[in-house]
């Protein structure tokens, strides 16, 4: 919002009882100069919103989540990386958004997640915290900073919620990482689970490569289940299983499911936001399962060539796009710079 300074800028000198500046006479500005700084101010057109974006709606809560789950509603989540993904998720009215270690590639230029540090995610789980307003934060544990032990990963949670700002955090693995979901919950913050396929060991798993295919297989991902649920993880992530299996899952479990290419069946949904958005140029490998509902890429790539075309013909800036002044400051500046040649 734009306001009018009250008082022209204090130019030098001593602050005396009377609240008024004792001014050298050669720091007294001409009335042209007070023309100049009488002007409009407003705040930086860099400075980012102190809020999310005016979203009425109530704080989302493990609460409100469980409410969804019993009645049905398929609950949404989206993964966001920096202030601005995060806001725009929060507009959208997500009830979930999801720091991911994903924007290790889609945000970072990393081959894959397991290059991610974990002073890294905090920076970016505090971004993103900052624009959700009403969401309900989750901060992905990156690969290393939980497998050691479990002190270990009680540690990693608490620096995620005190210095990230989440409200829970999302673990790779089923069965053998019970005990460690177990010891975060016990340590008071919630957990979201996440089995079938777990990006961060895709070098053990043979590459990203769809799990429970086979009843061997579809039965080990049910058992990682149970076991996340009893350690009390309050919801779990299925990911690349197919859509059979994971409704079957879905529906022998007390917690909610949130699918990403595991169908519709599960209770509700994630996506990567750069791959649904269209972050990058055709051509760049998606999963199967990504759909990609905008083409933010062309609209970028032509607004920026835009951009350079009317810069190089000085099309732009225009007047439209400068601030005024008078000319009679334009003048007697001019006279000035003039006297100094």
């Known amino acids: 919002m734009a306001s009018r300074l009250c008082t022209p800028i204090r130019l030098g000198g001593a602050m005396g009882l009377s609240g008024k500046v004792a001014r050298p006479m050669h720091l007294q500005p001409s009335l042209a100069l007070y023309q100049c700084i009488w002007q409009q101010v407003r705040s ?60 290790a590639m889609t945000s970072m230029g990393m081959a894959d997640t397991s290059e991610i540090t974990l002073d890294e995610m905090i920076m970016h789980c505090r971004s993103v915290s900052r624009a959700a307003s009403t969401a309900f934060v989750v901060g992905d544990m990156p690969m290393g ?76 991902v049910y058992q990682d289940a149970l076991a996340i649920q009893e350690a009390g993880a309050f919801m779990v992530v299925v990911e690349a299983v197919p859509a059979e299996i994971a409704a079957i899952i879905t529906k022998k479990l007390r917690i909610a499911t949130l699918g990403i290419g595991a169908g519709n069946g599960c209770s509700g949904q994630v996506l990567v936001q750069a791959d649904m958005v269209g972050n990058y140029p055709p051509g760049r490998f998606l999963p199967k399962f990504v759909k990609k509902y905008g083409d933010v890429w062309s609209e970028t790539l032509k607004a920026i060539e835009q951009y350079k075309t009317e810069v190089k013909s000085r099309e732009y800036p225009s007047p439209e796009y400068t601030y005024p002044t008078t000319k009679e400051v334009v003048e007697e500046f001019e006279k000035v710079v003039s006297r100094k040649d």
Do not use: W
């Not at 989302?60 to 969804?68: D, G, H, Q």
């Not at 939980?146 to 009680?154: G, I, L, R, T």
């Not at 053990?204 to 769809?210: D, T």
């Open 44 to 103: 930086s057109s860099n400075s980012p919103m102190a809020q999310g974006p005016g979203n009425t709606r109530k704080k989302v809560t493990i609460k409100s989540l469980e409410n969804l789950y019993r009645k049905g509603e398929p609950i949404t989540m989206m993964t966001a990386h920096d202030f601005p993904s995060g806001y725009v998720s929060e507009a959208a009215g997500m009830e979930m958004i999801l720091i991911g270690d994903s924007l």
């Open 145 to 220: 900073s939980y497998e050691v032990s479990e002190e270990q990963a009680v540690q990693t949670a608490i620096r995620l919620v005190k210095e990230g700002r989440v409200h829970a955090v999302k673990i790779e693995g089923g069965q053998e990482f019970a005990p460690t979901i177990k010891r975060i919950v016990q340590a008071g913050i919630p957990v979201v689970a996440h089995i079938g396929l777990t990006p961060q060991r895709q070098n053990a798993l043979g590459g990203f490569r769809v799990q429970g295919k086979s009843t061997a297989a579809a039965i080990k």
